[in-house]
C-alpha cells in the first residue's frame, strides 16, 4: 500500500485492530483505488457483521480488477462466513515466519559490512542473548552503536555494547 501511494496511487488502508472503534461503512467505495490492503483480518473471526462486509467489499473490488493484500495472524479458516473462507482460500498465500538466529546474525553481519565494518561473532552472540528478538529493533540498534564506535573512535566490541547500552543512550 505504502508504495503504490508513494507512487501516486489512490490506495486504502484497513487495520483492523480494534473492530470497535471502526465501522463497517468504510469498506463501501473502494473500488476506486488503486490496491485495497485490509490488516489484522484475523479479528474478523468471530464478528458475522464484518465478515458479511469483508466478503462485500471483496466481491465489489474484485468486479473492479483492484488488487487486495489481506494480511493477519491466522490463516482463512477462522472466517466462519464459508463464502468468504473461500475467497480467502483461492488467494495467494504466504505465511511469513519469524527468522531464525543464523538469519538475524546473517542479516546483522551484512548490516555491518554495510556500514563499513566487522562483526565480531561474540558480539552477535551477545546481542542476540540479550536484546530484542525484532530484526528491525536489532538493525536500529547496529546504527546506533556504529554512530556511537563513530564518535568514540573505537570498534565494536562486546565492550562497546556494554558499555552503550549502559550509557542510557540508547
Known amino acids: 500500500c505504502a508504495f503504490a501511494a508513494d507512487g ?3 490506495v486504502a488502508y484497513l487495520p483492523l485492530t480494534d473492530l470497535s472503534q471502526l465501522d463497517e461503512a ?3 467505495n473502494l ?3 488503486r490496491v485495497v490492503c485490509i490488516d489484522d483480518v484475523d479479528r474478523i473471526a468471530d464478528d458475522a457483521r464484518w465478515q458479511r462486509a469483508v466478503f462485500s467489499l471483496y466481491n465489489q473490488v474484485d ?3 483492484v488488487p487486495m493484500v489481506f494480511s493477519g ?3 482463512p479458516g477462522t472466517t466462519k462466513l464459508a463464502d468468504l473462507q473461500s475467497r480467502f482460500s483461492a488467494a495467494l498465500r504466504l ?7 543464523a538469519h538475524r546474525a546473517a542479516v546483522l553481519g551484512q548490516k555491518a559490512h554495510e556500514l563499513g565494518f566487522s562483526l565480531g561473532s561474540e558480539v552477535l552472540a551477545y546481542l542476540l542473548a540479550r536484546q530484542s528478538r525484532d530484526l528491525g ?3 536500529t540498534l547496529l546504527e546506533a552503536l556504529d554512530r556511537y564506535a563513530l564518535s568514540a573512535k573505537r570498534r565494536v566490541t562486546v565492550a562497546l555494547v556494554r558499555e552503550y547500552l549502559s550509557s542510557g543512550e540508547c
Open 63 to 65: 468486479q473492479a480488477g
Open 26 to 28: 468504510l469498506l463501501r
Open 95 to 101: 505465511e511469513l515466519c519469524a527468522p531464525s538466529d
Open 137 to 139: 529493533d536489532l538493525v
Open 8 to 10: 501516486g496511487a489512490r
Open 73 to 75: 495472524r491466522s490463516g
Open 31 to 33: 473500488d476506486q483505488t
